[in-house]
């Protein structure tokens, strides 16, 4: 079970990272075009190489795009954040588990222009330990109901069994959000919610990602139509008690 997997007492974790200390760079020119409007050209360096945002689109093509970062990025700084971890993690799995953390806690805090950054990952490596358990793996799913739309999966490592628990995975969320324990309440009720809206097909389980992603992908996108539909019912309901 995913609520189980996070757990990771049990289980000997490699170290994911030699050098856990990197150097970031980021650099923005502004294009003045003759006939069409200024664009702005984000690039970003990588212990002094150079990372394209084409690093990330074969992974996650959903946030095609240029480089972002800051406080008013959008889907660049997915972007951003998967090209960098893809840049530094051995494998991409692990740069899939951890670039929608390393987005929060670094992509969307560096500064708005030119900017060079020494990060150490040490404490980063320690509050997302979870995320290097050997048989965790992220998929991207596009009715997701969460901003970076990951599915967290687990694989069996003796059955091969994949299992998805999409009610765990709707109530996941960032733990740079404060108030633990309200946030914890809140998930207890969202998992809740899920598993009435499922009625107990929660639980997505199979021996291929290509066989459990479209199960995946089908409740999920049945799941956000509904709560869409509920959130425009009580709109509507709202207007016209007025």
């Given at each position: 079970m995913i609520n189980n997997l996070l757990d990771t007492k049990a289980v000997?974790?490699?170290p994911v990272l030699l050098e856990t200390k990197i150097k970031v760079k980021g650099s923005v020119t502004v294009?003045?075009?003759?006939?069409?409007?200024?664009?702005?050209?984000?690039?970003?360096?990588?212990n002094e190489i150079e990372i394209l945002p084409a690093m990330s689109f074969a992974l996650r093509p959903f946030y095609?795009?240029?480089?972002?970062?800051?406080?008013?990025?959008q889907n660049g700084s997915f972007?951003?954040?998967?090209?960098?971890?893809l840049a530094i993690f051995p494998t991409e799995r692990l740069a899939e588990n951890f670039y929608v953390c390393f987005q929060e806690e670094f992509v969307m805090k560096f500064p708005a222009g030119d900017f060079e950054l020494n990060i150490d990952l040490n404490r980063?490596?320690?509050?997302?330990?979870?995320?290097?358990?050997?048989?965790?793996?992220?998929?991207?799913?596009?009715?997701a109901m969460s901003t970076s739309r990951e599915i967290l999966l687990h694989k069996d490592p003796v059955s091969g069994l994949i299992t998805a628990d999409?009610?765990?995975?709707?109530?996941?969320?960032?733990?740079?959000?404060?108030?633990?324990?309200?946030?914890?309440?809140?998930?207890?009720?969202?998992?809740?919610?899920?598993?009435?809206?499922?009625?107990?097909?929660h639980i997505i389980q199979g021996y291929e990602f290509q066989e459990v992603m479209p199960k995946v992908e089908d409740?999920?996108?049945?799941?956000?139509?509904?709560?869409?539909?509920?959130?425009?019912?009580?709109?509507?309901?709202?207007?016209f008690t007025e």
């Open positions: 000997k974790l490699e294009i003045k075009g003759e006939v069409t409007s200024s664009r702005v050209n984000r690039r970003i360096w990588v095609e795009g240029d480089f972002e970062w800051g406080k008013s990025a972007t951003t954040a998967l090209s960098i971890c980063f490596l320690k509050r997302y330990k979870s995320r290097s358990e050997p048989n965790l793996y992220s998929r991207f799913c596009f009715y999409l009610a765990e995975n709707y109530a996941v969320h960032s733990e740079t959000i404060p108030g633990v324990k309200v946030r914890r309440l809140n998930e207890r009720k969202q998992k809740l919610l899920f598993r009435l809206f499922a009625k107990g097909n409740m999920m996108n049945r799941f956000y139509w509904r709560s869409i539909e509920k959130m425009l019912t009580k709109q509507y309901s709202e207007k």
